[in-house]
């Protein structure tokens, strides 16, 4: 099990940016695929980024493509999110996620461990 905690949401004007971090203990953080997930108002949690173990490869949905970024730190145990130009339908909750098998990487049921997630609120 891989306990995560989140931290780094707020506040920002549209066009604005924040840096997510994700800070994990427990079992062997390296193993892990990880993903950031949002949930909006009134609407599921969908997949946002994932990263490899090694950080070599990094996934997007459409909607964050050129303007999120996701990266990790193995010896930090600390996995990011990079948000730039965000837009109001960037308003959300914030989890990052761990992924121990070899499941879908967009599909929640995939990550055996979630954090307690993050608010960002973009204002227009």
């Known amino acids: 099990q891989v306990l995560l905690v989140e931290s780094g949401g707020g506040l920002v004007q549209a066009g604005g940016s924040l840096r997510l971090s994700c800070a994990a203990s427990?079992?062997?953080?390296?193993?892990?695929?990880m993903g950031w997930f949002r949930r909006a108002p009134g609407k599921d949690r969908n997949f946002v980024a994932g990263?490899?173990?090694?950080?070599?490869?990094?996934y997007y949905t459409d909607s964050v493509k050129g303007r999120f970024t996701i990266s990790r730190d193995n010896a930090k145990n600390t996995v990011y999110l990079q948000m730039n130009s965000l837009k109001p339908e960037d308003t959300a909750i914030y989890y990052c996620?761990?992924?121990?098998?070899?499941?879908?990487?967009?599909?929640?049921?995939?990550?055996?461990?979630w954090g307690q997630g993050t608010q960002v609120t973009v204002s227009s």
């Open positions: 996620a761990a992924r121990p098998g070899t499941g879908p990487v967009k599909e929640p049921a995939s990550y055996a461990d």
């Open positions: 990263i490899t173990y090694s950080g070599s490869s990094t």
């Open positions: 427990g079992r062997s953080f390296g193993n892990y695929f």
